[in-house]
Nanobody, 126 residues
């Protein structure tokens, strides 16, 4: 089973950027579909972005397209989420997740992912 550890969160001013990392151990990430989700206070966890095993295809929530970029470095066994043009409403705990087999139609669903990290807090000040 792969284990995931997120890092890179913090406090940033609106309009700023952060790069989140999700380091994997136990298994190579090249075998996994990776996703990022986030959960704001009082809200349900929502899909942010996903990337397939070969990094050939990426998927984004509509509201985050053009601002966020997911990438994966299989050699470093790490997935990244670049957050640009941050807004106060992006404040949330960001989680990375993994699963070996997810259909295209399910890739945005929280329930499709079997392994989760502990999350990293992103706070955007106005």
């Amino acid at each position: 089973q792969v284990q995931l550890v997120e890092s890179g969160g913090g406090l940033v001013q609106a309009g700023g950027s952060l790069r989140l990392s999700c380091a994997a151990s136990g298994r190579t990430l090249s075998r996994y579909i990776m996703g990022w989700f986030r959960q704001a206070p009082g809200k349900e966890r929502e899909f942010v972005a996903a990337i397939n095993r070969s990094s050939g295809n990426t998927y984004y929530a509509d509201s985050m397209k053009g601002r966020f970029t997911i990438s994966k470095d299989n050699a470093k066994n790490t997935v990244y989420l670049q957050l640009n043009s941050l807004k106060p409403e992006d404040t949330a705990v960001y989680y990375c997740a993994a699963d070996r087999f997810i259909s295209r139609s399910s890739i945005t669903r929280e329930s499709a992912y079997d392994v989760w990290g502990q999350g990293t807090q992103v706070t955007v000040a106005s």
